[in-house]
T-cell receptor, first 114, second 111 residues
Framework: DVKVTQSSRYLVKRTGEKVFLECVQD?????MFWYRQDPGLGLRLIYF???????EKGDIPEGYSVSREKKERFSLILESASTNQTSMYLC?????????????FGPGTRLTVT | QKEVEQNSGPLSVPEGAIASLNCTYS??????FFWYRQYSGKSPELIMS????GDKEDGRFTAQLNKASQYVSLLIRDSQPSDSATYLC???????????FGQGTRLTINP
């Protein structure tokens, strides 16, 4: 079974704090993704990475950065948290090639910025 | 035009009936198609993948793909209350790693 874990299920931070969200997968997947999900807006891609130290912007990268130093770990960083970053954050991973690209999600982190 | 479109629902189906969920997509070169189930407050769970035209069955679930009409659907037979969830359609293009998700259809199975 694919397992994607995220560091926290719930997180409360103050405006202006630097926030780190961690994601780890145990299936040796090349690709990793960070999404946020908000009511009425669906899943929106923030960043993704297709290899160690590689990253690409998704649809809404502003206010976020990422780090991928090891294949199994992909971190999302909120440099200076703001209230409009209150959301559910979802990490996913997938392998490449053939008919794969199935993405498997972690349990999510519900972040509240006050 | 949205790239992946789903009826947001809610779709209400009596227990034991067939639930039919539909999805259309705009990119003709899309190659792979996925259905995810998401319970309230939880993360999406992959339930079906389909890559070629026709039907693919897995237990009570059947995915149907028609690339000419750019249409993919999910049928749930013998619907159970535990099937009540939001169902997300996702599509990936050729050579791409990113999925494009629809907004999801909220399904309620009434006992």
């Amino acid at each position: 079974d694919v397992k994607v874990t995220q560091s926290s299920r719930y997180l409360v931070k103050r405006t202006g704090e630097k926030v780190f969200l961690e994601c780890v997968q145990d299936m040796d997947h090349e690709n990793m993704f960070w999404y946020r999900q908000d009511p009425g807006l669906g899943l929106r891609l923030i960043y993704f990475s297709y290899d160690v130290k590689m990253k690409e912007k998704g649809d809404i990268p502003e206010g976020y950065s990422v780090s991928r130093e090891k294949k199994e770990r992909f971190s999302l960083i909120l440099e200076s948290a703001s209230t409009n970053q209150t959301s559910m954050y979802l990490c996913a991973s997938s392998t490449s090639g053939g008919t794969s690209y199935e993405q498997y999600f972690g349990p999510g982190t519900r972040l509240t910025v006050t | 035009q949205k790239e992946v479109e789903q009826n947001s629902g809610p779709l209400s189906v009596p227990e034991g009936a067939i639930a039919s969920l539909n999805c259309t997509y705009s990119d003709r070169v899309s190659q792979s198609f996925f259905w995810y189930r998401q319970y309230s407050g939880k993360s999406p769970e992959l339930i079906m993948s389909i890559y070629s035209n026709g039907d693919k069955e897995d237990g009570r679930f059947t995915a149907q793909l028609n690339k000419a009409s750019q249409y993919v659907s999910l049928l749930i037979r013998d619907s159970q209350p535990s099937d009540s969830a939001t169902y997300l359609c996702a599509v990936i293009g050729q050579g791409a790693q990113k999925l494009v998700f629809g907004q999801g259809t909220r399904l309620t199975i009434n006992p």
